[in-house]
């Protein structure tokens, strides 16, 4: 059972910054595809930034391109998500979750089987 622990959410203005963090307990990175979610209050969870795991190519929702930009450190097992000019949309539990698999990350949330508890991100004047 792969362990996944969110961290680095808190409250920013809105144009501010914040870098979350998910340290895994895989020995690899190598095999697995990572994903950032997030769920607002009323609204489904939804896909953000995925990082793939054979060649760590990415994929970004529209809502973030251009903003957010995910990362990994192999040595330390944990993935990065960094987000930039936030919003007051930005707003939400976010979410790391892993799939094992050696293709191109997806952003669908039925194809990942392991998710962390949630770092909640609070961006407001």
């Known amino acids: 059972q792969v362990q996944l622990v969110e961290s680095g959410g808190g409250l920013v203005q809105p144009g501010g910054s914040l870098r979350l963090s998910c340290a895994t307990s895989l020995s690899t990175l190598e095999y697995y595809s990572i994903g950032w979610f997030r769920q607002a209050p009323g609204k489904e969870r939804e896909g953000v930034s995925c990082i793939s795991g054979s060649d760590g190519s990415t994929s970004n929702a529209d809502s973030v391109k251009g903003r957010f930009t995910i990362s990994r450190d192999g040595a330390k097992s944990t993935i990065y998500l960094q987000m930039n000019s936030l919003k007051p949309e930005d707003t939400a539990v976010y979410y790391c979750?892993?799939?094992?698999?050696?293709?191109?990350?997806?952003?669908?949330?039925?194809?990942?089987?392991?998710w962390g508890q949630g770092t909640q991100v609070n961006v407001s004047s």
């Open positions: 979750a892993a799939r094992l698999s050696f293709r191109k990350c997806v952003l669908s949330l039925k194809e990942y089987t392991n």
